[in-house]
């Protein structure tokens, strides 16, 4: 089964992959079961932004929060590869923790889906939805 993305995700991704390079972008990805609603920025608070992804803590967890009163789960992440490919690196492979979730990473204007599993990524297909 494909996982449905929206299109405005699709939109939010790559433009804020634009707007950030050459620093790599970040954010949460929201929906229910296999469906992408909603990509929210986050702070990149990596110490070298320009090569490295860390979440806004307080991002992550108001999300969660908002999740338990009834919002959207959080169903994954997103970053960006200003340079690269929307592949997971060694970098990303190596900060796996195999929960499931699902990462998205834009690159060149491209947008890649991944399953984090305990066996490292998994490649997701998508199909865009409306809405």
């Known amino acids: 089964m494909a996982l449905a993305v929206t299109s405005d995700v699709i939109a939010t991704l790559i433009a804020e992959a634009a707007t950030a390079a ?5 954010g949460i990805l929201l929906g229910t079961g296999e469906r992408i609603a909603r990509a929210v920025p986050a702070a990149n ?4 932004p320009l090569v490295r992804f860390e979440l806004d ?8 929060k908002a999740a338990r009163a009834g919002g959207r789960a959080v169903i994954g992440y997103y970053h960006s590869h200003p340079a690269g490919h929307p ?14 979730s699902v ?6 204007g491209e947008v890649g889906f991944w399953r984090d599993t ?3 990524f998994e490649a997701l297909s998508y199909v865009v939805a409306d809405g």
Not at 22 to 26: F, K, L
Not at 57 to 64: E, K, V, W, Y
Not at 94 to 100: E, F, S
Not at 103 to 108: E, F, K, N, P, S
């Open 103 to 108: 990462w998205a990473i834009v690159a060149g």
């Open 87 to 100: 592949l997971p690196s060694a970098t990303d492979c190596a900060h796996a923790t195999g929960d499931g």
């Open 22 to 26: 050459p620093r790599e972008c970040c």
């Open 57 to 64: 803590p307080a991002a992550l967890f108001a999300a969660h």
């Open 45 to 48: 608070i990596a110490a070298e």
């Open 118 to 120: 305990g066996l490292g």
